[in-house]
């Protein structure tokens, strides 16, 4: 590896920290800056204002911003991720097994989506204009233009409701058996699924078509290549830093889709609490819930960055 | 010639059936919004059905909610939520987007670093993420929801319309310009927009997709529009109790975003090329 | 002799965006006999390639052969299923393209894009093929032949991967081998090398070839048998010789007549001229400004050169040779780094924006693609209107009968102030590119390379405005340009540059007799009707490992 890609890598990287910054800056601001005073929160309208003033000093809500800001952020970086407002318990302790249960439900999403939408996505563009790729473009954006829950309504409807297969709430708690598992995770798997892969269908298609059409493609063509081949060897392995961030930016459609899915199927995990805490207004448990979802993402996204400069054949 | 004029001499033609019904369905529900405090059948606040959950009849064409209020009535006055707020807030969002992108693009250097490595970072928080943190710390109203929409995806706004600009500004005539001596309002306005105005308009029919998307997204978690105020989003939340049932109440809503989003979708893929094509 | 190929009232038709279908091609028929050249001629827009394609069975998207046979050794390419016709690909026909850079793929190395062929058709074991392609590198003199094709396309130069294209399409002993416009993308001192290994590795195999290209010299070296077309149609054919010496169809003459040396008229009272601008130690480039104040990348290098009132300067070179960074920072759009402008006896500064309206107005700049120097979605009156009404305050009708004027000027109909630039033919474009500079009523006029992108015979008309313009209103010009013939034709100096310097300053009449080195293999690497010129052509070994790009 050339000095040059380092450099680029390095940069990627450091780009993603400041990223990073300035995204705990804009959750922090929204959360503790916005009008809705803290304390008042806390203690409800009808307190005193002695009482809230009092609340106020012991919290450090007199302190300059960037002083709450970098108090915050620090605690953040140490593992300190503040008590709950709502019950008192230490928002790390809340967070812990559900955060293996999301993991685990963007996990299988992943196993089952990933290949699937690779596979129609190259397919289609193999065959563009096809009946086959007509199809497959009308059902993605029939999929990509409606709401997340309807797709989880939808399945709830046909397979619970009508076909009676498969029951309407998840537990992740009580697995035993793969039959369970199954039971449990197919529902939130299927909507996720269907949310994700149509997003990385269509780009993966896009990215493919874009490179088919250019000059050296046209070139295999002439040589009498096949359509597979000319695909295949010609065009894909160009077309991977595309993808691959198609991949990254329709897996980042999962935290929408998770926040939805584990609401309407009531499982355990770390977005189900979030969204209980915004009608609670528990506000450092949604800062921290706010910050696990933004790094996944920005992860996510400068792999992929990553991944598209090292497959860049002019940087080898 | 103003842009307005160049777009009707475009629109004018090859337009296909599957975009015309787009564009009807689109103009349908726009209608409806416009219209719905005269035209409801019942009062949509009253409970006129003894049935809760009732099922679609000659006297409820939509069926019944949760409390017997009529579905079709409410549907019709969510109408005026769901594009009034997503309408406003793609306004707002492409408004300033598009403004700060091409500045961005002509003026360059620090200033637009700056501001894409800002809204960069902004665009890669999640926009239902956002919308949970904003509710949660200053609650939820329908002016907070058309900000808040608007901030979300502004970036993204940007972000299309500066890959846009960058690319007429390397064009020699916007050297020309430069050389004569020209501002930036003239290069901005007269040079630049009219040549994106077409892709701009396509992506703002796309954003509106996702914004209101979003914000029955919202809604559906009890966290958008709130009572006494329904979108559609909020039907659904409301009668979310039917699905076991099946009752029209939560499917008809659903199949009302589905109806305006596709129709938008179909619309914007089915615009002749040369508008939709992002190098243009 | 039966034919190799035969083509018959081949009709090949395009859809439009507006879903209209036009005939590009109308009814072309011709001949190649085994071991022939034959040379496909015309502009842009005649049909040359569409019809080259078509020998492959092949239609770019949107287009469709919709009559006609196109016969190779007796099987009709047209009627073949797809999968045959992917069998004669390669095999029996190949194909080398314009632009070599864009037709091998980036993320494979040469070695196995030159041997797929073989590999498609299963012709010969990789390790043969292999050995083969090392053997047509080495015909093609390549350097390095054995280790070239273990390179990635974008480490070896353009004049190099085109003969590399031309390796990958001879890899499977084709017996037609289409060449589309190979040299167009080269400079003329790269260009000899590269038409020189064609022609030897076409004769020493007795390959038949269509050779696609707009250039009639080019052309006259390689080709037994020339076919002139225009708007789709074949206007003559004959063999070279007589094209060149006999040519009966009207375009045919034009074209030669684009040829023939146009003395600049001389000029009585040269002497006592002003000088208008004067240029001393220019320094610029592109690229962050390192410790020593100077651009990373300097592409002009310490250039002095003045204009008189009155006079044109050429600025010749090769691409790359810093002639358009110059051009761009006399115009103030680059800055520069060190050295004086001084215009009209006044100091000129650095960038547009810290000179002043009327320094502005008196220099103007017309740009080579009027394709991308005219606002697509304004109408000509626009385009005119806004310098008349930016530097002269022109409103309303005062304006209106000025933009007439001036579409008057430059030769163009009034009825065209309504439409757009692309509704306009190349040539009409340039007239209104160049009237919009006229409309500021400048003293000089800077013109970077503007018949370069124009078909000969256009070109031609353009010049002849220039020079019909100048004596009428007492113009200047700077005209930069990589085409010697046209710089001759018009200026009263020439420099030349090459890497970043000025290397000599000429007068047309010296051009014969150069005196700097590079200058010397410059005029001489250009070609000339006559067709032997390359076979008798003797450059020095020495120069051309010196400065060409080869």
Redesign the interface.
Known sequence: MSTYVLNLITVRLLIAALTLLIVSFAVFFATAMLPGDTATILLGQAATPEAVAGLRSAMHLDDPAYLRFLRWLVGLFRGDLGTSYVNNVAVADLIGGRFVNTMRLAGITALFSVPLALTLGITAAMFRGSLYDRAVTILTIGIISIPEFMVATSAVLVFSVYLKWLPALSFANDVTSIGQMLKVFAMPVISLTFVVAAQMIRMTRAAVIDTINTPYVETALLKGASRPRMVLRHALPNAVGPIVNAVALSLSYLVGGVIIVETIFNYPGIAKLMVDGVATRDLPLIQTCAMIFCVGYLSLITLADIIAILANPRLR | ?T?SV?LAQKFG??FSWVGMIGLSIMLLWGIMALIAPNIIPHPVGEIVDEDYFGAISSRFWLGSDYLGRDMLSRILMGARYTVGISLAAVSIACFSGVVLGMTAAVVGGWFDAAVS??L???N???????G????????SSITVLIVTLAVIYTPGAYRFARALAVNINT???I??A?????GLVYIIGS?IL??IIGPVLADLGLRF?FIV?LL??LS????GVQPPYADW?AL?HEN?GG????APA??VP?LA??SL??S???LI?NL???IRDRSA | MENLVEIRDLKVEATTDSGRRVDIIKAVSLDIAPGEIVALIGESGSGKTTIALTLMGYTRSGCRICGGQVRIAGKDMVTLSERERAGIRGTQVAYVPQSAAAAFNPAMRIIDQVIEISRIHQLMPDGRARLKAIDLFRALSLPNPETIGSRYPHQVSGGQLQRLSAAMALIGDPKLVIFDEPTTALDVTTQIEVLRAFKAVMKKGGISGVYVSHDLAVVAQIADRIVVLRNGEVQEAGTTAEILTCAQHPYTRELLAAFEPKPRDHEIGVEDRKVLLEVSDLVSGYGPIQADGLPLVQAVKDVSLTVKKGRNLGIIGESGCGKSTLARTIAGILPAYSGNLLFDNRELAGTVRQRSRDQLRDMQIVFQYADTALNPEKSIEEILGRPLQFYHGLKGKQRDTRIDQLLDMVHLPKSLRHRRPQELSGGQKQRVNFARALAAEPKLIICDEITSALDTVVAAAIINLLKELQRELSLSYIFISHDLSVVEAICDEIVVMYGGRKVEEITPAQLKAPQHPYSKLLFSSVPKLDPAWLDALELDPELVRTYGHT
């Open positions: 010639m842009p160049t033609y090859r490595r800002f960069d970072a902004m890669s928080i999640p926009g239902k993420l956002s949970l943190v904003v509710v949660a710390a200053v609650g064009m020699d005539y050297t020309v430069r050389t004569r001596g020209e040079e009219p040549n997709v998307l029955s997204g559906f978690l009890g966290l989003g659904v979310v699905l076991p049932f099946g939560v499917i659903s975003i589905a989003t596709i938008v979708n179909l893929d002749p090329q040369k």
